[in-house]
């Protein structure tokens, strides 16, 4: 197959060459692991301090990842994405609060990143986190079986309601909605509300997306139990497929507790049993939708390749690529110019707020045995052929 993702001149088309330099500089610190580790105790401490850290944290890391502190931030970006045929998730990514009035806050904003999302066709897709909308313990005690008191009892119908809010807000504006997933001791309840949500919202087509993740490896079974749930039922299966972000957390939690992993052994397990459920969703591509969010450039060829022999055209609206903005302009940039959906999660909110997502990408951006980071070998290679010219 053409390499297509190799292209860096349409990767990186809408950076001046000044930004390329920023990027360049970004990535070099980002990929020296004891950098990353130091600068990231530092920034907490600065944070936690008061220290006026947030301005250089704006010109670092912060513009590069993401959109801006609020949502009208970001629509000069994604208006220029959509110049290229990349659309954009508004992704609301302020992370750990705990209280009613923050998931009020969060259901406000997810409602109104929905209207955006009806009124731009570059913003196609709306999305939210469980722990936005209600406490992580609550979840985890539910997908454990326990019963809650009273208070909790309430607490959780409020969680219920939020769900409903947003998910009866996407499905009356046809707007589709992703729900992302986090970590398993709490996906249990999560995926059995959503579970919920699909029955109700996705009867003539996928609205509401729940989010597989494939480093599980209990998660293709659970795709084929879903399906013959909906089935039975009548509705439609919409899913983001991911490898998954909380790789050491879940081993690190297996091993304390003395429960054996739900990670897959391996790498190559993962790498397997991501691209099983695309081939198994799109052989079932009737009744559901895929967004398959990822990085690998494997996985996207074979998605590419899955689409052509089974003859899908491919701006098909069920089937969407998607990365993070300020990662993998390769694969997003290239995949929009050859026609296919694809759209970036675009995260905003105040600089602090943002601060365990940045420090997410910063390290899984660091080299990793020697090998320089992906993005910077991306960046270097650009870099170069604009000197050559
Ligand atoms: C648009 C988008 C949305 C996302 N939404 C979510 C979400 O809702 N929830 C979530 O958890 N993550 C989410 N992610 C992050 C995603 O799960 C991955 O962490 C990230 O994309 C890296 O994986 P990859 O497929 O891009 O590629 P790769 O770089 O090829 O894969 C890295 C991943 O492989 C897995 N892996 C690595 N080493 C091993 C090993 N030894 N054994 C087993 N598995 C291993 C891990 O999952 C690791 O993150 C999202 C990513 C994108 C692009």
Redesign the pocket.
Known sequence: MEKIFDNTQIAFSLKSDTELERAYFLFRLIDNQPLVRIGTAVTNFAIKAHLPVEGLIRATVFDHFCGGVNEEDCLPVVDKMYTKGVSSVLDYSVEGKEEEAQFDAALEMTLKTILFAEERQAIPFAVFKPTGFGRFELYEKLGEGQTLNAQEQAEWERVVQRFETVCQSAHAKNVALLI???ESWMQDAADDLITEMMRKYNKEKAIVYN?L?M?RHDRLDYLKKLHKLAQNEGFYIGM?V??????EKENNRAEEKGYSTP??A??A???LN?DAAIRYMLDNIDKMAIFA????EA?SYKLIELMEERKIKRGDERIWF???YGMSDNISFNLAVNGYNVAK?LPFGPVRDVMPYLIRRAE?NTSVAGQTSRELTLIKTERNRRKRK
């Open positions: 992302d997933a986090e989010t993740q480093y983001k991911v490898r998954g972000a909380y790789m990670i897959c391996s790498k397990a993962t790498d991501y969010g990822t990085h690998n996985s998607g990365q993070l999660y899984e």
